[in-house]
């Protein structure tokens, strides 16, 4: 190493080569002689020197001319000290520095100040540049006189060039800045002044940088914000956290107001000091408003999509509701209606639980008809009285349907119920009206929870609509069917009991007719004094049994003929009949009855044209009985007649009046039934059995004619038979007038 060698050479050769010697050292040990502490002290410096190698440090002689050289100096230049040693110091310096004369004015100045300090650009023997830092120290000896320069030179080119990259960087990230057009990036002192100002800046808030520079940053913030000390809170929170974002809205120079995204942060120093905010602002208001239109874009869609989907759901809708309409249409009876609702209606609605329910006939109670889904419904819930707290009988008060999208909610309002309907989250009862009348309930309940929508709400309703009137049409029809079958049983009953009636008036009859058959004939043997001599008296108690025989035996015969009639079993034996011939032959019998009571009878004959189409017995009994009855009913000396009222095209009136006793308006009909007879008390002396109008009715009737009367109290009365005229008898003119 050369160092080493020229080491070892200027310890050999101290004196013979004096350009070798260190000069202070060598002039201290020059003072001091060798061997002194100067001596020792001299040479450690030397050593020092000399090993050093991150300076170059070497002496100068007054003149300039290099005396020593060490090994930074060597390294640092490019020189061994063989070269270098006796060469002026200016072979260091670039040549415009040399025509300045640079390096001479640098010695000048340290032998003036005792020393000089630069920096600035070197050449090393290569030819290369490097960048010094330079120490030049004048030295003198004890006398003051200057013996040349010690110079101590450092290479900071590396760091030369670090600083110079550092400057260039800064210089174009502040370039960068200025230049930045879409963001405002400035920055604020720690009180929130405005320190810098970029393009991006003015662009956006549109001051200029001597307008804005060292005003307050909440210029920019409209007055809202400012109220609240939002910027305040935003340097606050910077501060604390390092950095703020936020969005909104702020405001230009000239008042309008632009949507900002903000960054701020927190700047401090090595030391952890804070000197200020850099602030970035980007103008959004773009943005947001795309941002906006897209979002109204999409809720546009979102709108229109929900509008098809519920336009679908709902023509879905109508159709399902068509089905259950036609499937309720075809239920006839509530069984039905029941089973429609809990599977078609539930699964539509997706109903887990409910129940059908309707006013009774009293309209004070409610009655569950029926129900689905339910866990446990208690049996005291299948009867509701109309006061107790119930969902149903509220809808029921106001005609309006009820909707609890949460358990919570309903409980509230109806606590009663709370545990029965505890496994459902959501209700909604629905009132059942039909032509104008509520007459029912339906409740819905479901495991979810949620209200349903308008919509399917409105779909509920109809459907609950056409429930109600269903449920009508079957209360109405299962009500008629009911009456229905108890008619048909009430009258089976009647039949049974008439017919019963019937065989036993027939059997009774029978059974009566033989003994008094008996009681007539031996009557009349003894009259006929066959048994012996008959006495006058003994003559009129015999006759006097005969005659109540006789009566007997007629009302048996009446109740005979009535069972008969009544069982159907009467035959008739239909013919033409001219009426006059049948008035020949009744007035022959009771105008004896008549003249006894004194009673004035007047017949009118019809005409011999005057036939009708009947039972010529049949007919005679029923004028019979009329005219007795009138006889029967008629004080002596009142009048009675017998005659042909009308002779009509297709029927025959013929009218038997009297002047009797009359009968009472209320009692006009009641004396065609069986054994009514009015005014009769058990005292009555009147005779009869009360069946004699109600056979002459149904004889009557049974030929096509009719019975019927019109009377007054205490006046008289006059029933009218009305028979059928023959057909194929001969038309007669008109014989009302006719005696
Ligand atoms: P009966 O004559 O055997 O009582 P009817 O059936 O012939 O039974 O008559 C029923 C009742 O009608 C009579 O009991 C009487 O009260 C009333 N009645 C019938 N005909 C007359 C009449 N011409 N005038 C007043 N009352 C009459």
């Known amino acids: 190493m050369p160092n080493r060698r020229r080491n070892e050479t200027s310890s050999t050769g101290d004196e013979s080569n004096p350009s070798e010697r260190p000069f202070n050292l060598s002039a201290a040990s020059r003072e001091q002689g060798p061997g002194g502490i100067a001596h020792e002290t001299g040479e450690l410096h030397?050593?020092?020197?000399?090993?050093?190698?991150?300076?170059?440090?070497?002496?100068?002689?007054?003149?300039?001319?290099?005396?020593?050289?060490?090994?930074?100096?060597?390294?640092?230049?490019?020189?061994?000290?063989?070269?270098?040693?006796?060469?002026?110091?200016?072979?260091?310096?670039?040549?415009?520095?040399?025509?300045?004369?640079?390096?001479?004015?640098?010695?000048?100045?340290?032998?003036?100040?005792?020393?000089?300090?630069?920096?600035?650009?070197?050449?090393?023997?290569?030819?290369?540049?490097?960048?010094?830092?330079?120490?030049?120290?004048?030295?003198?000896?004890?006398?003051?006189?200057?013996?040349?320069?010690?110079?101590?030179?450092?290479?900071?080119?590396?760091?030369?060039?670090?600083?110079?990259?550092?400057?260039?960087?800064?210089?174009?990230?502040?370039?960068?800045?200025?230049?930045?057009?879409?963001?405002?990036?400035?920055?604020?002192?720690?009180?929130?002044?405005?320190?810098?100002?970029?393009?991006?800046?003015?662009?956006?808030?549109?001051?200029?940088?001597?307008?804005?520079?060292?005003?307050?940053?909440?210029?920019?913030?409209?007055?809202?914000?400012?109220?609240?000390?939002?910027?305040?809170?935003?340097?606050?929170?910077?501060?604390?956290?390092?950095?703020f974002e936020d969005e909104g809205w702020r405001i230009r120079k000239d008042g309008s107001r632009f949507w900002a995204n903000v960054v701020i942060t927190a700047l401090r120093d090595s030391d952890g000091h804070l000197i200020g905010f850099s602030k970035v602002t980007r103008d959004l208001t773009e943005r947001k408003a795309a941002e906006e239109r897209a979002i109204e874009d999409a809720r546009r869609v979102a709108a229109e999509e929900a509008a098809r989907v519920a336009a679908?759901?709902?023509?879905?809708?109508?159709?399902?509701?068509?089905?259950?309409?036609?499937?309720?249409?075809?239920?006839?009876?509530?069984?039905?209606?029941?089973?429609?609702?809990?599977?078609?209606?539930?699964?539509?609605?997706?109903?887990?639980?409910?129940?059908?329910?309707?006013?009774?006939?009293?309209?004070?109670?409610?009655?569950?008809?029926?129900?689905?889904?339910?866990?446990?419904?208690?049996?005291?819930?299948r009867r509701i009285n109309r006061g107790e707290q119930m969902p149903i009988n509220t809808v029921l008060e106001t005609g309006q349907a009820l909707v609890f999208g949460s358990r919570a909610e309903r409980d509230a309002r109806y606590p009663a119920i709370s545990e029965v309907l505890a496994p459902y989250e959501s209700t909604v009862v629905i009132p059942l009206g039909s032509r104008g009348r509520l007459i029912?309930?339906?409740?819905?309940?479901?495991?979810?929870?949620?209200?349903?929508?308008?919509?399917?709400?409105?779909?509920?309703?109809?459907?609950?609509?056409?429930?109600?009137?269903?449920?009508?049409?079957?209360?109405?029809?299962?009500?008629?069917?009911?009456?229905?079958?108890?008619?048909?049983?009430?009258?089976?009953?009647a039949d049974e009991a008439n017919r019963a009636k019937s065989e036993f008036l027939a059997a009774m009859s029978h059974e009566l007719r033989t003994p008094l058959n008996a009681i007539g004939g031996y009557a009349e043997l003894i009259d006929l004094g066959v048994r012996g001599p008959v006495t006058p008296d003994q003559h009129e108690d015999l006759r006097r049994i005969q005659r109540s025989q006789q009566h007997l035996l007629g009302i048996i015969n009446d109740l005979l003929n009535f069972s008969r009639i009544d069982a159907g079993q009467i035959d008739y034996d239909f013919a033409d009949v001219t009426l006059d011939e049948i008035f020949d032959a009744v007035v022959q019998m009771i105008a004896p009855q008549a003249a006894a009571k004194s009673i004035q009878f007047e017949s009118r004959a019809c005409g011999p044209g005057v036939v009708v189409f009947a039972d010529r017995a049949k007919t005679e009994q029923i004028l019979l009985n009329l005219l007795s009855n009138a006889v029967k009913f008629t004080a002596s000396g009142g009048r009675m007649t017998l005659r042909c009222a009308r002779v009509g095209e297709r029927d025959v009136t013929i009218e038997v009046a009297d002047s009797g006793s009359g009968i009472a308006p209320d009692q006009l009909e009641r004396i065609f039934e069986p054994f009514v007879q009015v005014g009769r008390s058990l005292t009555s002396t009147r005779e009869g059995a009360g069946l004699g109008l109600a056979i002459s009715r149904e004889l009557a009737r049974a030929m096509g004619g009719e019975i019927s009367v019109t009377s007054t109290l205490g006046v008289g009365s006059t029933f009218t038979l009305k028979l059928p005229r023959s057909i194929s008898g001969a038309k007669a003119p008109s014989p009302a007038g006719g005696a």
Request: proline share 3%; with cysteine; charged share 30%.
């Open 440 to 493: 029912g309930a339906l409740a819905m309940h479901r495991r979810e929870a949620g209200a349903p929508s308008e919509d399917t709400l409105a779909f509920m309703q109809s459907f609950a609509q056409q429930c109600g009137q269903a449920l009508e049409r079957a209360q109405l029809y299962e009500a008629e069917q009911s009456a229905r079958r108890d008619a048909e049983e009430a009258r089976a009953r």
């Open 312 to 381: 679908d759901a709902s023509r879905g809708r109508v159709e399902q509701l068509q089905q259950l309409t036609a499937l309720l249409a075809t239920a006839h009876t509530i069984a039905e209606i029941t089973k429609i609702v809990f599977t078609e209606g539930f699964r539509t609605f997706g109903i887990d639980a409910g129940a059908l329910a309707a006013l009774d006939a009293s309209r004070e109670f409610v009655q569950l008809i029926g129900d689905a889904g339910y866990e446990h419904l208690p049996g005291r819930y």
């Open 46 to 243: 030397r050593l020092l020197v000399e090993s050093v190698q991150d300076y170059a440090i070497f002496a100068l002689d007054p003149q300039g001319y290099i005396l020593s050289w060490n090994p930074g100096a060597e390294r640092f230049k490019g020189y061994t000290g063989d070269e270098i040693i006796g060469k002026h110091f200016s072979i260091f310096y670039p040549q415009e520095r040399i025509a300045t004369g640079f390096p001479e004015f640098e010695l000048r100045e340290a032998a003036r100040a005792g020393r000089f300090e630069d920096e600035g650009w070197r050449i090393r023997k290569d030819g290369t540049r490097f960048w010094a830092s330079v120490v030049i120290t004048a030295l003198r000896d004890s006398t003051g006189t200057l013996v040349g320069y010690a110079k101590v030179t450092r290479d900071l080119t590396e760091r030369r060039a670090a600083e110079e990259a550092l400057r260039l960087s800064e210089e174009r990230f502040r370039l960068l800045v200025q230049g930045v057009r879409d963001y405002a990036i400035f920055m604020l002192d720690p009180t929130g002044h405005v320190a810098t100002w970029n393009e991006g800046a003015q662009r956006i808030k549109q001051y200029t940088a001597d307008e804005i520079i060292g005003k307050h940053f909440s210029i920019f913030y409209p007055p809202e914000p400012i109220a609240e000390k939002f910027p305040q809170y935003e340097l606050k929170e910077a501060e604390r956290t390092g950095h």
